[in-house]
């Protein structure tokens, strides 16, 4: 099990994703996609079994990949990546050469952590774009998903609009480099100025 990305995000530390061992971390797996907060995950009733065969045949397919991610060292989110040419979305949407599919899953956290989902996002974002191939990022979340609708726009993504597939309703939204490389900046300068203002003194001149 091998790492294969790292970031160091400016309020929340190091994150790194490494190669998923179906076996090894099929119990912590079925505690994520079962918790009541990953319903949109179509997990909820698989047994340990289950998610060991699901993550088998993602590690076996061509065009489909799981990875681990981790925070400050530990398990923290899962990511997958996939080709839509080959996967998901075959013959649902306008295909272009460089596109990647992306699906994200935080684990469930007793205390939440601020900025937490929103730096998970952007470190699987990087990683994607690390590659040079990658043109576009292409997602499709339940339309029901408000929260990663959200979380898809902050860093990037435009909404093409919805689509029907077997298993959901889903909303296609696509994210280029430049997209994903502005919001970053966005972001950057919304930070900044946050901070400042943060560290005013009261009575001093803004």
């Given at each position: 099990?091998?790492?294969?990305?790292?970031?160091?995000?400016?309020?929340?530390?190091?994150f790194?994703?490494?190669?998923?061992?179906p076996?090894?971390?099929?119990?912590?797996?079925?505690?994520?996609?079962?918790?009541?907060?990953?319903?949109?995950?179509?997990?909820?009733?698989?047994?340990?079994?289950?998610?060991?065969?699901?993550?088998?045949?993602i590690?076996?397919?061509?065009?489909?990949?799981?990875?681990?991610g981790?925070?400050?060292?530990?398990?923290?989110?899962?990511?997958?990546?996939?080709d839509?040419?080959h996967?998901?979305l075959?013959?649902?949407?306008?295909?272009?050469?460089?596109?990647v599919?992306?699906?994200?899953?935080c684990?469930?956290?007793?205390?939440?952590?601020?900025?937490?989902?929103r730096?998970?996002?952007?470190?699987?974002?990087?990683?994607?774009?690390a590659?040079?191939?990658?043109r576009?990022?292409?997602?499709?979340?339940?339309v029901r998903?408000?929260?990663?609708?959200?979380?898809?726009?902050?860093?990037?993504?435009?909404?093409?609009?919805?689509?029907?597939?077997?298993?959901?309703?889903?909303?296609?939204?696509?994210?280029?480099?430049?997209?994903?490389?502005?919001?970053?900046?966005?972001?950057g300068?919304?930070?900044?100025?946050?901070?400042?203002?943060?560290?005013?003194?009261?009575?001093?001149?803004?």
């Open positions: 099990m091998s790492v294969v990305f790292t970031r160091v995000d400016d309020r929340l530390g190091a790194a994703l490494r190669t998923l061992d076996e090894a971390d099929a119990a912590l797996l079925h505690g994520w996609v079962t918790h009541p907060k990953a319903a949109f995950w179509l997990m909820q009733d698989a047994d340990e079994a289950q998610v060991i065969e699901e993550y088998r045949r590690a076996a397919h061509p065009h489909h990949d799981a990875y681990l981790l925070w400050r060292g530990g398990p923290a989110f899962l990511a997958e990546r996939y839509p040419a996967v998901e075959v013959g649902l949407y306008d295909h272009q050469p460089g596109d599919g992306m699906h994200f899953l684990a469930p956290a007793g205390a939440p952590v601020h900025g937490f989902t730096a998970v996002i952007r470190t699987v974002m990087a990683w994607l774009f590659d040079p191939a990658t576009r990022v292409v997602v499709e979340p339940d998903n408000t929260a990663v609708h959200a979380l898809n726009a902050a860093v990037g993504f435009e909404v093409v609009g919805p689509i029907a597939k077997p298993e959901k309703d889903a909303l296609l939204s696509v994210c280029t480099r430049a997209q994903f490389e502005a919001a970053a900046e966005h972001a300068h919304t930070a900044a100025a946050e901070s400042a203002a943060a560290t005013r003194t009261e009575g001093a001149p803004a």
